[in-house]
């Protein structure tokens, strides 16, 4: 019987999120109280621990040779939600082609899907859902997609189509 393995089509992708959330935190680390963050007013302390608990391997993580036990459940719960789930809401699906756990989807705004270019001045308070607005991934899916409800296999199927996603499949 054939096993399914999905992964991103490139590791670089994770990389890039882990990168960008990193920044911010730093920047709300060392920045100045008083100064407004590029991203508009943000409540410091809450945003901080958000961003740690995402940065303590939440995001996918192929390379590093020492995996801890958060990283392996997180690569778990990625694949599950992909592989056991029948439909998916817009958030995970974005938080799956980033390579971040999906489990998280709820740290985002609830109505990412209907956000444009437009409306984008909605975001400057949450700098997390900004981040993840601004991404390619993001337009790509929305796109395609815009509910709130998405089919998994469906979202599979254009995600592979794209390049976005891989599949391996081993002989078991």
Known sequence: MPKTEYRLFHQRTAEKIRDEVSRLRDSLLF??????HKFGKVD?????????????????????SEESERQLTTRQEWHDFLTKTEYLSYN?????LLGVSPTLADL???KLYKINLINEGNLHGEPLSLIFFQRVENH?????????????????DWALKNRLLRENVDEV
């Open 92 to 96: 995970e699906c974005l938080l799956i």
């Open 140 to 156: 790509l899916l929305r796109n395609r997609f815009g509910a709130k409800k998405i089919s998994t296999q469906e979202f599979i």
């Open 108 to 110: 985002l705004e609830p």
């Open 44 to 64: 410091i302390t809450c945003d901080i621990a958000t961003l740690e608990i995402l940065l303590s391997d939440y995001i996918l993580d192929y390379e590093n």
């Open 31 to 36: 920045g100045s109280k008083k100064k407004v």
